[in-house]
């Protein structure tokens, strides 16, 4: 392909890629020469590329195998920080489960706000958690946002001495991620605090609600009762009543029984005396 080329299209190559000066490319005067040094030009970039290609790959396999070593030696420590972390999410995720079962049973509006508040901000630590942790080996344009507020305590000492602290005044701490989780915390307090009086003022709001509730029971089951009770009364009146009837009639019936008995006898009698008196006058 270089042999192809036009001895312009080779300078311009030679001066554009490889940073070739006017003086270089004006003593080359035959196209052999512009050539043969574009040939170098271009097997050095290649062998400067597979060099670069042969780093990575003896970088990438000596990484990944301090990282077996590592994983072998320190695997008891990652399945006990696992199952800790594992245990960790499940107590968040059933407090969390709990709170919104609260909002739900108490309809709390302010409740729900506040959880969401709360989803938020766990989120945001948790990307600032990973982003430091992460920080440490890799850089990434998707990392949390961290202001850098460096303490460097050699210069503090050497400030307070008079001196220059030297080259261990370039060393400090970043205390931005403390000063964010620290705001996290705070913030995170502040809303467990706010949804716990909402769930206190629901919870006073409810209790008001089922005492009406029981006081209305209790009224309607008072008046049931009442009405209950003069109806049995009305009953017992009513049955008392056709009781005292009842044994009035009887009464009566027995009243008017004897007298006709006593009748009966006198009319029997009666004619007793004619019959005799009669069977005497014959005699």
Known sequence: QISDMRARDIKRRLARE??????????????????NAL??????VYQQETDKRKWRRIKST????????????????????????????VVYTDKRKHELSRCREYSSTK???????????????????VSVLLSWVMRSKYFFP????????????????????GALGQYGI?????????LFRFLNNRVEGMIGKAMASAFQKQRKDARKEER?????????????????MKEEEERARQEAEERARVMQQNDTAPA?????????MGSGKFTSSLFDDLD
Request: charged fraction near 25%.
């Open 146 to 165: 961290i202001p850098n507020i460096p303490i460097r305590p050699a210069q503090l000492l050497a400030g307070g001495v008079g001196g220059d602290a």
């Open 174 to 182: 970043n205390v931005g991620p403390m000063i964010i989780s620290g």
């Open 216 to 232: 209305a029971k209790e009224k309607e089951e008072r008046r049931r009762m009442k009405k209950e009770a003069k109806r049995q």
């Open 62 to 89: 000596i990484i990944y195998t301090c990282a077996a070593v590592l994983v072998v030696m320190f695997w008891p420590l990652l399945t006990h920080a696992f199952e800790v972390a594992h245990v960790n999410f």
């Open 18 to 35: 490889h940073g070739y000066g006017a003086d270089e490319l004006s003593r080359m005067l035959d196209k052999k020469e512009l050539i």
């Open 111 to 129: 409740g729900y706000f506040g959880m969401f508040l709360l989803f938020i901000i766990d989120a945001l630590s948790t990307w600032l958690s």
């Open 39 to 44: 040939s170098y030009e271009e097997h050095k």
């Open 260 to 268: 006709s008995n006593c009748e009966t006898d006198d009319s029997d």
